[in-house]
DNA sequence: ATATTAGTTGAGCAATTATTCAACTTTAAT
DNA sequence: ATTAAAGTTGAATAATTGCTCAACTAATAT
C-alpha cells in the first residue's frame, strides 16, 4: 500500500494534518481571486493612486501630477484597478474622475501600514 | 509662467486637490513597504499556505502535499514568507514546522473574501 | 473648421517572478 | 558506516508585469 494518496514528490508526515486541512480548504478559483485582489495593489504605484483616491476623487492628470507619473502609466494602472473592481470612474467634459469602488481599501492600507509597524517594532 | 509646478507630461487640472493630496501623501518608502506586503500575499501559492497555517502548525512536506506541489517550490515560497516577516518556523528532527508570524493574515484573507462577494453580488 | 487638451490603448522592452531541476546539508534509521 | 528522507538553495527557464512611446478618440476652445 502506497504510503501517500497525494500528488507530490514527497510523502505525508502526518495524515491527520493532512486530510483535515485538505478538507478545510477552499476552492481553487476563490483562491486565485483573493491572490489576483492582493496583487493587484501590492504594487507601489497603484497602492499611491488608491491612498490618494482615498481622500479624494480625482482626475487622471491630477494622479499623475501627484505621483510625478506620466498620464499613460496613471490610465493604464487605473484600467487595471478599474477591470477588478477597485475603483470606478465618471466622465465630466475631458476629464474622467476616478473614485474608490471598494470599501475595503481603507482597511487593507491600515493593516498593512499595522502589519509594518509589528515589524519595525520587532527588529528595533 | 508655467502653469504647472509638478513634473508630469500633462497640466495640474485642480491645483488645490494636488497641493493637498501632495501633503497628505506617505513617504515613499512606507509605500513601498505596504506594496511589499502584498505583493508576497497576492499570489495562489503563497495565500494558500497561509491559509492553511492559519488552520495548523504544519511541516514542508504536509503543506506540499495539501497543495500537491513539489517541496522545494513550497520551500522557496515559504522562505519569501519567512523574509518579509509572514510566517516563522521552528526545526524539530528532520521536520522544519511552520507557523504564522503575523497575526493580521486571518484579516487579509477575510477582507480577500469579502472584496470578492461584494464584486460577485454586484454583478449578480 | 482647426488646434489643443484629457484620456485611452496596443506594442515593445526591461525587470521581476514562479516553478523546476540538480546538488547539497542535516537528521534519523538500519 | 550507509542509506534514506526532510528541507534548502542557486541556476535556468518561461511567464508576467510596469513603464514608455506613439497613435488614437473625444471634448473644448479659438
Not at 484600467?79 to 477588478?84: E, F, P, T
Request: charged residues 30%; neutral net charge; proline residues 0%.
Amino acid at each position: 500500500m502506497s504510503k501517500n494518496e497525494y500528488i507530490c514528490d514527497c510523502n505525508v508526515i502526518h495524515k491527520d494534518v493532512v486530510d483535515k486541512i485538505s478538507k478545510e480548504m477552499l476552492n481553487n478559483s476563490l483562491f486565485s481571486k483573493i491572490a489576483d485582489f492582493y496583487k493587484i495593489i501590492g504594487a507601489t504605484t497603484r497602492i499611491k493612486i488608491l491612498y490618494a483616491l482615498d481622500k479624494n476623487e480625482m482626475c487622471v492628470c491630477d494622479i499623475a501630477n501627484v505621483l510625478s507619473m506620466s498620464k499613460s502609466s496613471i490610465s493604464h494602472q487605473l484600467s487595471a484597478l478599474r477591470k477588478n473592481g477597485i475603483v470606478k470612474c465618471r466622465k465630466d467634459g475631458k476629464e474622467v474622475y476616478y473614485t474608490l469602488d471598494d470599501e475595503h481599501i481603507k482597511k487593507v492600507i491600515e493593516l498593512g501600514i499595522e502589519h509594518i509597524e509589528h515589524k519595525e517594532k520587532e527588529i528595533g
